[in-house]
Every structure is written in C-alpha cells, then in structure tokens.
C-alpha cells in the first residue's frame, strides 16, 4: 500500500518558517520517477496548488502567491520531498498535502495519483 505521510506543520507568527516534509512509503513503491506536488486547502475553500517539481528536480513551478517565499525540493534517496515556508503569512493557513503523479508534475488536483493525509499549519497575525 502506497503511503504519502506529510509533517512538519504547526503554529507560527506571521513573518516565521516552516519545513514541511513528505514522506514516501509502500511496498516497492518509490518516488523516483515520479512528479511531486504541495496543495493547500484552507476552511471552506476549494484545494488550491502550491508547487510542484519533476522527477529530475530541475522544473520547479509555483503559484503567484508563494513565488520568492516558498522552495519545493526532493532527496530521491531517501524518498522524500520538501516544502521550506519562508516569510508565512495569516493567509499560507491551510492544510497542506503532498500529492504524487506517476509520470510528471502538474497544477491541476485531479491529475494526481497518490494523496497524503495533510498537515495543518496556523499562521497568526
């Protein structure tokens, strides 16, 4: 059974950071050639793209509202991927998701394969 497990949320004053991480597990199951993606969803809002990043490492894409604030990166070795929060702000609230795509990495929710179960970050005013 494939596995996406996110941590590293939690409470922060506007202007901190935070480093998500998402874990990969499963039987035979490896992140390796596969695009990555952050999603955020805050209260009744619809899940909104964050970043993504190919299999290589070398595309990354961001949405306007995180671009110069937030960095996507992934160790492949250890199955990992990443989401450094810098410069948080009251609306980065949400909860965030990593997400898998089996061949590229792509805005669009639907397109995803494998969800992981989320990981809620406050940032107070």
């Known amino acids: 059974q494939v596995q996406l497990v996110e941590s590293g949320g939690g409470l922060v004053q506007a202007g901190g950071s935070l480093r998500l991480s998402c874990a990969a597990s499963?039987?035979?199951?490896?992140?390796?050639?596969?695009?990555m993606g952050w999603f955020r969803q805050a209260p009744g809002k619809e899940r909104e793209f964050v970043a993504a990043?190919?299999?290589?490492?070398?595309?990354?894409d961001y949405a306007d509202p995180v671009k110069g604030r937030f960095t996507i990166s992934r160790d492949n070795s250890a199955n990992t991927v990443y989401l450094q929060m810098n410069s948080l702000k009251p609306e980065d609230t949400a909860v965030y998701y990593c997400?898998?795509?089996?061949?590229?990495?792509?805005?669009?929710?639907?397109?995803?394969?494998?969800w992981g179960q989320g990981t809620q970050v406050t940032v107070s005013s």
């Open positions: 997400a898998a795509h089996r061949t590229t990495a792509v805005r669009t929710v639907l397109s995803y394969d494998y």
């Open positions: 499963g039987r035979a199951f490896s992140i390796y050639t596969m695009g």
């Open positions: 990043i190919d299999w290589t490492g070398g595309r990354l």
